[in-house]
Structures are given as C-alpha cells and as structure tokens.
C-alpha cells in the first residue's frame, strides 16, 4: 500500500518537476562530481609529497579546492525552490560559457612558466579559494550558475561584499592561471571577468524584484564589489 501511494504521488508530479530534478540538481551535481574526484587525487597526491612550506600551501590549496567542488555538489542537490529568476537565453549563454571558461583557461595552448611567480600566484588563489568557501557554507542551498534568488543571505562574507563567491572565483582564476597562462589563457579569463560582472548585475536585478523590501536597504548598505567591514558595521 505505502509502495502504491509513493507511485501515485510520483505520478502526480509536473513536468516541471522533473525538469528541475534532471537539469537543475542532478545534471550540475554529476558535473562538479568529476572535478570532486580530480581533487581527491590531488589532494591524496600533496600527501605523499609533503617536504616544503610549498608543498603544505600547495595542499591547503587542493584542500579548498576540495571543500569548494564538495560544496557544489551538496548545493545543488539540495537546492531551495527559486523565487525568482533569468532564464533569458543570453544569460544562461554567458553565466555557463562564463563558469566553464574559467575552468578551462589553464588547460590553453601557448602558456608558460614564470617560477618567480609561482608562489604569489598560489598565495593569491588560496586566498580566492578560502573566500569562495566561505561565501559558499553561508550561501548553502541558495547557489546558482544562473541568476535565481532563494533567499536573501546577508551573514557572514554577505556583511562584507553583496558578491563574496564571485569575488573569490574571480582572485582564484587569477591566481591559478597568473604564473603560467600565455594569451589565450588571458583572454579566457578576461572574458571570466566579463561574464561575473555581467551576472553580479543580472543576479542583483531578480533580487530586487524577489525581495523588494530588503533588498535594496542590503544594498544600500553593502558594497557591491570590494568587502568593506568599516561600512558593513555601520
């Protein structure tokens, strides 16, 4: 009887449904599996080398690399119910090619390596890494490649930038691709720079509509880009 009544209550599901199940949680989360995979021979691999301050900063890296595709993946299993958002074709065109351009920069021909470098780059993409994590475990079951509104959240990295993950991914793909990408690479990540802009302006637009009696006092109040705790507290 309990088997019969599970069946009946699937079958009254709507198509929509089972669009978001497939395309928007199950699809996403299968992807960043892959790079969740990658990341645990990485890290398994930076424990079998530990011999140097740049091994252990290496590590600490792939550790947040780590922690960040975890993240990706329960995120978007789990996801809350979209409130509001852009499904225009252009911005789903920049928001993914955006995301994936970032990613596939340093795989380019015509890079290098500039050992001088090296170590500043990693400083830099671990900083990147760690904020992106950190705006991710506030942002939770809020997170989208395109611009959806959930919830507002405005704890956390959220008192100090509207746009805590965009900024961390954005220091992250500088870092990991400043000692060795050549111009390709550049222009990848340029057009990475150009995509989150362009999202942090769409994302901002469906939150106003989403939340229009806290929203725009959260963003009168918080900076758009750059944290500011001086103006945060205030």
Known sequence: MIAAG?????????AGYWRDLVFSRLLPALFFS???????LFVWGGLQSLR???????????CLALAYFTLLVVLYSMRLPARGTDHRLGV???????????????????GGHRAWLVLPADIIATIGLAYSVWGLAY?????SIIPEARRLVTGGPYALSR???YLGEVITAIGINLAT???????AIAYFIFAELLRIRWEEGVLSRAFPGDYPEYA???????????????
């Open 139 to 143: 942002l939770r079951r809020s997170f």
């Open 181 to 187: 990408a050549g111009w390709l690479g550049a222009i």
């Open 6 to 14: 599970v069946k009946d209550d699937l079958s009254k599901r709507p």
């Open 92 to 110: 789903i065109f920049i928001a993914f090619t955006g995301t994936f351009t970032a990613i596939a920069a340093s795989f380019l021909p015509g």
């Open 34 to 40: 892959l790079f969740l995979a990658r990341q645990l």
């Open 52 to 62: 140097t301050a740049t091994d252990y900063l290496f590590l600490l890296q792939q």
């Open 220 to 234: 009168r109040r918080v900076p758009r880009y750059v944290p500011n705790p001086f103006r945060a507290r205030g």
């Open 163 to 165: 746009h805590p993950v």
